[in-house]
């Protein structure tokens, strides 16, 4: 657990750039600093592991004020991983990783070993070992940088801006690798940024900051998106906040329509006799989904069917992908499959809209508890799913 208690930083220059701040910093999970450019994210991470020093206020570790260890141990139990990864350009991306494992004494062989381990953790080819940074994509080379953070095992992770120097497509991978790693070491991670996007997918706490470095509000994503604290939070949040809220919202509680699917080789003759509704859902003999068919002109050739563009998992995707694949589908009725891919039902947009009501309202009678500084934190669940 990291205490932020009261703290403020002034610079020599009289710039207030963190103001009587208090946060309180689970183990086992990420804490997201967001907020407008200026607003004091990096400062409030580097008090943390001391590249700054506070003005006032204290921060503990695990109860221990950090003021009073040395603040190197101090930070190498700490690993930090910034914008462009600040990697070692003259170093090989193997002795990179081994960086800090090196300072702490262990022999070049371990160190090593120990460096080829993280690579894999981080999805780095081995092939790359014996390259130069220069030789690297920026997506990989951040790769290296968290590699490098993690090479010690430290139980903290400060991350400043760590993925916004790569395309979009990268950066959700790196994301998506960050929560599986996290899923597997559940640190204690920090986090900065200052996209609300990139905060939502990862945090299980997000800070959010205002100029002038004081807290505006602190609470998980969901909370954040449905309700922010005030007129700044709402607009940082953007105008889309309710559909990025539906990214909280399970699809297993979605009532899903069996009546319209059929597998291949079915009496259509009949099923159109007995008043089945158009359009159907026809499927493999597998049960996996090939298309939709208008029964009234539809003469049973499969490469006739309508395309039923992407379906979601029950369970493992959001109502936002419910509601995305029913907006996007040519009969407005979305696709439910199982893990295995195979059909469970549909659903269309007014099904998902009475289930997002439901949903709400259900959220609006619960009281919804804290986060508990447990064994298993969200992200390690988040990741998990
Ligand atoms: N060494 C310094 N001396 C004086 N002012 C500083 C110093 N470092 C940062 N500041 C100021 O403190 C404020 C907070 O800066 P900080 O870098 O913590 O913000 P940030 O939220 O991380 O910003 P960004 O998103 O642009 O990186 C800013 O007004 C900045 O200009």
Redesign the pocket.
């Known amino acids: 657990m990291i205490a932020i208690e009261d703290v403020s930083k002034r ?3 009289g ?1 207030v ?1 963190v103001d009587r701040l208090s946060l309180q910093i689970p183990n086992h999970s990420i804490t997201v600093l967001v ?1 407008p ?8 991470l580097r008090m943390i592991n001391r590249m700054v020093e506070p003005s006032s206020g204290t921060i503990r570790v695990n109860g221990e004020d950090i003021l009073r260890q040395p603040v190197n141990a101090l930070r190498r139990s700490m690993g930090y991983v910034i914008q462009n990864a600040g990697l070692f350009q003259h170093r090989t991306i193997l002795d990179n990783i081994a960086t800090v494992p090196r300072l702490l004494g262990w022999s070049k062989q371990r160190a090593r070993a120990r460096a080829a381990e993280l690579m894999e953790r981080v999805g780095l080819d081995p092939g790359m070992a014996r390259r130069y940074p220069y030789q690297l994509s920026g997506g990989q080379q951040q790769r290296v940088g968290v590699a490098r953070a993690l090479a010690a095992d430290p139980p903290i992770l400060l991350m400043d ?1 760590p993925f916004s120097a790569v395309d979009p497509v990268v950066r959700r991978g790196l994301q998506e690798e960050l929560l599986r790693i996290q899923g597997e070491l559940g640190k204690a991670i920090v986090f ?1 940024t ?1 996209d609300m996007d990139e905060a939502i997918t990862i945090g299980d706490r997000i800070a959010v900051l205002r100029t002038g ?1 004081r807290l505006a509000q602190f609470a998980a994503p969901d909370e954040i998106l449905s309700s922010p604290a005030d007129a700044f939070v709402e607009e940082f949040l953007g105008a889309d906040r309710g559909i990025r809220g539906l990214s909280f919202l399970s699809t297993r509680d979605l009532a899903l329509d069996r009546s319209r699917v059929f597998p291949v080789g079915s009496d259509w003759k009949e099923i159109a006799g007995r008043g089945g509704q158009s359009p159907v859902l026809v499927t493999d003999a597998d049960g996996k989904p090939l298309g939709w068919a208008d029964l009234s002109v539809w003469a049973g050739d499969v490469q006739a069917l309508e395309p039923y563009g992407q379906g979601f998992e029950v369970g493992r995707d959001s109502l936002r992908v419910a509601l995305d694949r029913a907006v996007l589908s040519p009969t407005g009725q979305a696709v439910a499959v199982d893990g295995a891919g195979r059909v469970l039902g549909v659903a269309g947009q007014e099904t998902v809209a009475a289930t997002i009501r439901a949903a709400r309202q259900r959220r609006a009678a619960d009281t919804v508890p804290g986060p508990a500084d447990s064994a298993q934190g969200p992200s390690q669940a988040k990741a998990a799913r």
Request: with cysteine; proline share 0%.
């Open positions: 610079y020599a220059d710039t750039a907020g450019s200026g607003c004091g994210k990096t400062t409030t801006e900065v200052h470095g």
